[in-house]
């Protein structure tokens, strides 16, 4: 059998020829379930507490995907858990995604994102399940934690300029929220970590360039982190995908925090 001779010149040409291909097959099937862990260490020593920040599930009925999540985060054994809105699209998928976020073994405390109010989903459904862990469904409302010295304030993406408690002066103050651009409304309140969904990281990130495009409510606050007047702001690009199940350069992401 005759061999091919890979030149250099033809080597370069296929690569170029396959690249595309496996681009397409990265962001269709590889990486909107392919599910990142970045530790972020915020403490200035040694670590007293972990925390798990996760945003944007949208669930849909993927149950598989679903029950990774749940186990993904129960096998981080945080002491908290903080999501950042957007749990459904559509109210028939609330009970499917209740059932699931039941399955953390820690105390979750959450903020809605705009989905959850476009589905009109029950708000009192939501809290109740988020207070049988232990936690809380925080709507512009404080939530100290001492053993974890955080005070957690939870901010609406519905209220314009909603009067948000006060930060506690001797606990570490953590706001979460849905919309990264509204740290520009928290009207010179300073806080210690501001943690935020909403923006996906834009889902198809070209190297060198970035998002291609980003919802509203994102501003410059596109994925990562970011110094803002309010106090420092990271942005997690989400688990869940919308409107289409695509991902590039943007790997759907569990953040472990470490203070």
Request: positive net charge.
């Amino acid at each position: 059998m005759k061999m091919i001779r890979w030149s250099r010149r033809r080597f370069l040409l296929a690569a170029l020829c396959l690249a595309p291909a496996a681009a397409v097959a990265d962001m269709k099937w590889l990486e909107p379930t392919w599910i990142r862990i970045r530790h972020l260490h915020l403490a200035r020593g040694k670590p007293s507490h972990r925390v798990v920040h996760f945003t944007d599930l949208h669930h849909k009925g993927d149950r598989r995907y679903a029950a990774k999540l749940i186990a993904l985060i129960n096998s981080l054994a945080p002491e908290a858990v903080f999501f950042t809105g957007d749990l459904i699209e559509q109210t028939r998928f609330l009970p499917e995604a209740l059932q699931f976020l039941a399955q953390i073994q820690s105390p979750l405390f959450g903020v809605p994102g705009n989905h959850d109010y476009w589905s009109r989903a029950s708000f009192p459904e939501i809290a109740r399940c988020f207070e049988a862990t232990g936690g809380a469904w925080l709507l512009d409302q404080q939530c100290p934690l001492p053993q974890l010295q955080i005070n957690l304030i939870g901010f609406t993406c519905r209220n314009v300029a909603p009067r948000l408690p006060a930060p506690e002066p001797l606990l570490k103050n953590v706001l979460l929220m849905h919309y990264p651009a509204w740290t520009k409304k928290l009207a010179g309140q300073r806080y210690d970590l501001l943690l935020a969904g909403h923006s996906h990281g834009g889902q198809v990130r070209l190297p060198f360039y970035g998002p291609l495009m980003l919802p509203f409510g994102v501003d410059e606050y596109d994925l990562g982190w970011f110094q803002t007047p309010a106090g420092p702001l990271y942005v997690n690009p989400g688990i869940g995908w919308y409107p289409v199940p695509l991902r590039f350069n943007c790997r759907p992401e569990v953040t472990v925090i470490e203070i």
